[in-house]
């Protein structure tokens, strides 16, 4: 074997370390040959050489100190094989994981530098909404595939007899998308239209019915909404546990595993065939037979980069960490929300002039009101968005735009001062992975047969993620897909 080293990752094979794995009696470990995994699903040639990273993908804010998780079993043999290795334990990484488990009889490992939830993921306001949607366009078929999915989910959950507001933290709180000028009037009226005609129930609210629906909201004469009374939102925390709990089920039979703490440091190629044979992490060699899947968020454009610096793959990922900050009141009985709320506006996130002139410190920032009440009574205000790099310090002074902006709809918030409420309030900071087309990269990367990628969702992981992993799962497993992969294709978009 040839090795391209990192410069800054010790690759000591005589090392013996511990590593935090999922595996039992079931998984034979060996860097020679391949684990047998007899288990079904009942379904719902020469030494490879090394391609390294030269730098790894920053670092992360650890999850809550109250996550559950499963109790290890430590492994001292550093090499693994598996069929699939998933780059990344966010919502994507996990429910691709979940997919080929429960839809296959392939064996799977996720790989990530920190822990679950502690990226985008667990920052989000947990939106599975179709009210900001646009019927037709490029992501649509995917959007509507993913939110039947989650509420096939939520379904499962109650013909087994159990809550999904407590398993899952999943509400059916209708959202309203408020417009307050009379463009934004036009514009909702054409949407309610649209998503009518693409079968949804849409209703769109004079300004009277608006303040009947929602009568703490400041409702003016131009006043109106968009209201999706199916429209729901869940818990990413307890989303996660609960998937992570599903997979971890598989690792009994030697068919789960996870190594977290561990980031990836190298790829391992065949000599022969040039295919990607192994994933190396600063711990471990993870051999795949079959699919590495790189699904680490606004980390992945430059991972890619760094694993192929030293081949004539030319992979341009221009998918950039997009901050934002959510604001959490806790036990917040002054504004009581009927429904889950947003305004119009939002509808052009992706556009930095939407608020003209809102620039700190040389960054163009966006605040645009989102507000509605968790699983566990919790008020949730939102959301700004903002190019800082990989930077996720709290800023308090979009905290304080974001509560401003909110109180610009909701005029009880005009009389309370946030500094008031210090002992009760947490600011989410994630870093959105934003694509500059609005869409996501799902599919196989040109030259590397066996790697696929899937990132780029920006503030739709939640939301998109069962559908992202069941068009991933279909192609690893060369299944009919069940939406059109060409819009989200990494050829033409990043090679």
């Known amino acids: 074997m ?52 030269n730098k790894t993908r920053p670092g992360r804010a650890l999850g809550p100190t109250g996550y559950s998780r499963l109790n290890p079993i430590t492994a001292s043999s550093r090499c693994h094989t598996f069929d699939v290795i998933i780059i990344g334990a966010g919502i994507i990484g996990l429910t691709i994981a979940r997919q080929l488990l429960v839809g296959s009889d392939l064996s799977v490992a996720v790989v990530d530098k920190a822990v679950p939830c502690s990226g985008a ?64 009037l036009v514009m909702l009226k054409e949407r309610v239209k649209q998503l009518c005609e693409a079968g949804l129930r849409a209703e769109y609210l004079s300004s009277s019915d608006l303040l009947q629906a929602e009568p703490e909201l400041m409702v003016g004469e131009d006043s109106g909404a968009a209201f999706l009374p199916y429209d729901s939102q869940l818990d990413a925390m307890l989303a996660v546990a609960y998937i992570e709990k599903g997979n971890r089920h598989f690792a009994s039979k030697g068919r789960y595993a996870e190594f977290y703490h561990d ?45 192929l610096r030293e081949t004539e793959i030319v992979l341009d990922i221009p998918v950039k960490p997009r901050k934002g900050h959510l604001l959490v009141l806790e036990n917040f009985n002054s504004l009581k929300l009927n429904h889950a709320s947003m305004e119009a506006g939002y509808v052009g996130h992706h556009d930095l002039t939407l608020h003209p002139g809102q620039v700190d410190h040389g960054q163009i920032l966006s605040i645009s009101m989102t507000a509605t009440t968790d699983a566990i009574g919790n008020l949730v205000l939102g959301s700004s968005r903002q190019f800082a790099g990989f930077n996720t310090e709290v800023e308090q002074t979009i905290i304080d735009r974001i509560w401003k902006r909110a109180a610009e709809f909701y005029p009880k918030l005009r009389d309370l001062c946030l500094a008031d409420f210090i002992s009760n309030r947490k600011v989410r900071i994630g870093l959105r992975p934003y694509m500059p087309d609005g869409k996501p990269v799902i599919g196989p990367v040109p030259g590397l047969s066996k790697v696929f990628l899937a990132t780029g969702h920006e503030g739709l992981g939640l939301s998109l993620a069962l559908g992202t992993a069941e068009l991933v799962a279909d192609m690893v497993l060369k299944n009919p897909l069940k939406v059109d992969s060409a819009p989200f294709a990494v050829q033409g978009r990043c090679c």
């Not at 190396?280 to 968020?297: D, H, R, W």
Request: charged residues 20%.
């Open 2 to 53: 040839t090795s391209i080293s990192s410069n800054n990752q010790s690759t000591n094979s005589t090392l013996q370390e511990s590593v935090n794995v999922w595996h039992s009696r079931g998984g034979r470990q060996s860097c020679r040959t391949s684990a047998a995994f007899a288990f079904k699903s009942s379904f719902f040639g020469k030494k490879p050489r090394l391609l390294s990273v």
């Open 263 to 307: 980031p990836v440091t190298c790829l391992l190629r065949s000599n022969s065939t040039e295919e990607v044979e192994a994933v190396q992490t600063s711990k471990n060699t993870l051999y795949s037979k079959k699919a590495v899947v790189v699904a680490a968020g606004c980390w992945s454009g430059s991972l890619m980069h760094d694993l």
């Open 121 to 184: 993921t667990g920052a989000g306001q947990g939106y599975i909404w179709m009210v900001h949607r646009t019927p037709g366009s490029e992501i649509w078929d995917l959007t509507l595939r993913s939110n039947k999915l989650w509420k096939m989910l939520a379904d499962s959950l109650r013909d087994q007899g159990l809550d999904p507001l407590q398993v899952i933290g999943w509400k059916q709180t209708g959202s309203l998308l408020i417009g307050r000028t009379p463009e934004e």
